[in-house]
């Protein structure tokens, strides 16, 4: 949102100046950075949570794994992150507008 902000303000007048557009640039791939690290976070916590289980499941003799990751794992935000995917696309498309 604030890159369509500065950017509509900085065409106000014209063309942007080189350096805003730059900044810009800059913004965007800092965020995208920014948004694909998160994602990788969340990938990150869900397999360390498969492996626990699948060590506990080992060791005890149970099988709680597959019941444990549908009902309280696969519920929670790091796993389900529509709003992330749709954030990174979002500036995907804005580094491709400028």
């Not at 794994?65 to 794992?73: S, T």
């Amino acid at each position: 949102m604030a890159l369509k902000v500065r950017l509509r303000s900085a065409t106000a007048e014209g063309l942007p100046p080189p350096s805003i557009v730059e900044t810009l640039l800059m913004d965007c791939t800092r965020m995208h950075m920014t948004l694909l690290m998160l994602e990788n976070y969340a990938v990150l916590n869900y397999a360390g949570f498969t492996k626990i289980l699948k060590k506990h499941d080992k060791v005890t003799g149970y099988s709680t794994r597959e019941k444990f990751l549908l009902k309280l794992v696969n519920n929670q935000p790091f796993v389900v992150h529509p709003w992330l995917l749709s954030s990174i696309r979002n500036v995907e498309n804005h580094f491709r507008e400028l």
